[in-house]
């Protein structure tokens, strides 16, 4: 990678990169505390649909990381944005939490369960069955099926939570229909995310825990990739994808000194 640009700009998840479990993972504050102090451009990214930059952004400065509102992009505004560019004004039947109805709302989006344009699955602790039938109902009945993200399983201090790609499944066998994910690793939201902050993509940086969200995500948008191992991909894992990040590290600690 040593003909690539400087990096002027940088994107990072935030579930196995800044935090885990609720609690800063070391290097975490100081590397944010450098991004402010550089004036770079960057995003803290999340496939997380269920909360709103704003909810983020007062979770995250209550575990000592002050990420500016601006500054958060989730799977939920990527949604919005897709559903936006495609189809202004129009109308969706919405299982999630308050980030997507939020995004949406914002957007212009009419919530609706009558002949809606669009069903959108997002991430929510409280899935109902009675949800997911009308959900396949709506799809069976002409509504295109979109989902914020395709991680099937999610964190928690108990263990891993069933999650939107678990669900998205369970309707996509009901009914036949693929959901178009519009989260990490669709690199529509890495760029869309760019052109939030008016990044350019040769002189940018994704740093992730997985291989298959972060790092892809990052290759497929053009930018320098980082694989932390403080997350989900442990170093015996890399060897089993076939492409590669540009560089591994322990945590968010070694890439202070980068910014």
Same mark, same amino acid.
């Given at each position: 990678?040593?003909?690539?640009?400087?990096?002027?700009?940088?994107?990072?998840?935030?579930?196995?990169? #800044?935090?885990?479990?609720?609690?800063?993972?070391?290097?975490?504050?100081?590397?944010?505390?450098?991004?402010?102090?550089?004036?770079?451009p960057f995003?803290?990214?999340?496939?997380?649909s269920?909360?709103?930059?704003?909810?983020?952004?007062?979770?995250?400065?209550?575990?000592?990381?002050?990420?500016p509102?601006?500054?958060?992009?989730?799977?939920?505004?990527?949604?919005?944005?897709?559903?936006?560019?495609?189809?202004?004004?129009?109308?969706?039947?919405?299982?999630?939490?308050?980030?997507?109805?939020?995004?949406?709302?914002?957007?212009?989006?009419?919530?609706t369960d009558?002949?809606?344009?669009?069903?959108?699955?997002?991430?929510?602790?409280?899935?109902?069955?009675?949800?997911?039938?009308?959900?396949?109902? #709506?799809?069976?009945?002409g509504?295109?099926?979109?989902?914020t993200?395709?991680?099937?399983?999610?964190?928690?201090?108990?263990?891993?939570?069933?999650?939107?790609g678990?669900?998205?499944?369970?309707?996509?066998?009901?009914?036949?229909r693929?959901?178009?994910?519009?989260?990490?690793?669709?690199?529509?939201?890495?760029?869309?995310?760019?052109?939030?902050?008016?990044?350019?993509?040769?002189?940018?940086?994704?740093?992730?825990?997985?291989m298959?969200?972060?790092?892809l995500?990052?290759?497929?948008?053009?930018?320098?990739?980082?694989?932390v191992?403080?997350?989900?991909?442990?170093?015996?894992?890399?060897?089993?994808?076939?492409?590669?990040?540009?560089?591994i590290?322990?945590?968010?600690?070694?890439?202070?000194?980068?910014?």
């Amino acid at each position: 990678m040593a003909d690539r640009k400087p990096i002027d700009s940088w994107l990072t998840d935030m579930d196995g990169v #800044l935090i885990h479990e609720g609690v800063p993972i070391p290097g975490a504050d100081a590397f944010i505390k450098k991004l402010r102090e550089s004036g770079k451009p960057f995003l803290v990214l999340t496939n997380n649909s269920i909360y709103t930059p704003r909810d983020l952004h007062a979770r995250l400065l209550r575990m000592g990381l002050d990420v500016p509102v601006d500054n958060i992009w989730t799977s939920a505004l990527a949604t919005a944005k897709f559903l936006d560019d495609q189809r202004p004004g129009g109308t969706a039947y919405v299982i999630g939490e308050a980030g997507l109805t939020t995004a949406l709302h914002d957007v212009g989006y009419i919530l609706t369960d009558h002949e809606p344009d669009y069903v959108v699955l997002g991430e929510t602790r409280t899935y109902s069955f009675e949800a997911m039938t009308k959900a396949v109902r #709506l799809i069976e009945g002409g509504a295109r099926f979109i989902a914020t993200n395709p991680d099937e399983t999610g964190p928690s201090a108990e263990g891993p939570l069933p999650a939107t790609g678990a669900v998205a499944a369970l309707i996509t066998k009901a009914t036949g229909r693929k959901p178009y994910f519009a989260g990490k690793p669709n690199p529509l939201m890495m760029r869309t995310g760019l052109n939030a902050i008016g990044a350019h993509s040769e002189t940018s940086a994704m740093i992730g825990d997985r291989m298959d969200t972060d790092v892809l995500a990052g290759i497929e948008a053009g930018m320098q990739t980082f694989l932390v191992l403080t997350g989900l991909t442990g170093p015996d894992q890399v060897e089993n994808f076939p492409y590669r990040p540009s560089k591994i590290v322990n945590s968010i600690a070694d890439l202070v000194d980068r910014v």
